[in-house]
């Protein structure tokens, strides 16, 4: 009989346990970027939206139950959590002169401003992708995507991002910014995009 009772009293104990309190908390943090964003939970049939910063899902065995959230709340209680996040990743784009791999006067006077922030960056992983219009031939304007994606890798090794951090890739003419046809001039077309994680 006494082992009936203790394992009356386990299952008692089991059951008080799910019911006191949810099996998980969900906290809708802002964007870095203050881009508006919403979760969906899906649970016992139901859905239940959190799209404001801070908001906050009780999540237990009957469902999810949302609740404003409070900034401060969470910062007290998570802030030390918070402050180990990675920074997000960024993306910069720089623009070249017709036919070469010389970035315009806007781009070059940019690139200060560039280089100052992927340095400020512990250990960054950067992806940089070269493009084209569509002027040339597909063949010419892979090479050429290469040659300004290797130049503005040089840029940003001579400012002391480490070489082997930095991966090189070309699209050529494949990723149009702004569609054409072929043989349009495009000055948007021929850039460099610079991806830092």
Request: net charge negative; aromatic share 4%; proline share 6%.
């Amino acid at each position: 009989m006494p082992v009936f009772l203790i394992w009356v009293a386990c299952l008692a104990a089991a059951v008080a346990q799910l019911q006191r309190a949810p099996n998980e908390q969900i906290t809708l943090l802002p964007n870095q970027d203050g881009r508006p964003s919403a979760v969906i939970i899906t649970t016992a049939g139901k859905e239940t939206v959190l799209n404001q910063p801070y908001q906050t899902a009780a999540v237990g065995s009957a469902g999810a139950v949302a609740s404003a959230g409070d900034s401060k709340d969470i910062k007290n209680r998570y802030g030390a959590l918070l402050e180990t996040l990675p920074q997000r990743a960024a993306v910069f784009i720089v623009y070249f002169i017709t036919d070469t791999d010389e970035l315009t006067p806007e781009s070059a006077a940019q690139l200060a401003d560039i280089k100052a922030q992927l340095a400020a960056r512990p250990a960054p992983e950067v992806i940089v992708i070269g493009h084209t219009d569509t002027v040339a031939r597909r063949a010419y304007n892979d090479e050429l995507s290469l040659r300004r994606a290797e130049t503005v890798k040089r840029m940003l090794v001579e400012v002391g991002i480490p070489a082997d951090q930095i991966s090189v890739q070309a699209r050529g003419e494949r990723e149009l910014l702004v569609p054409t046809g072929d043989g349009v001039d495009e000055p948007r077309n021929r850039r460099v995009e610079i991806r830092v994680r």
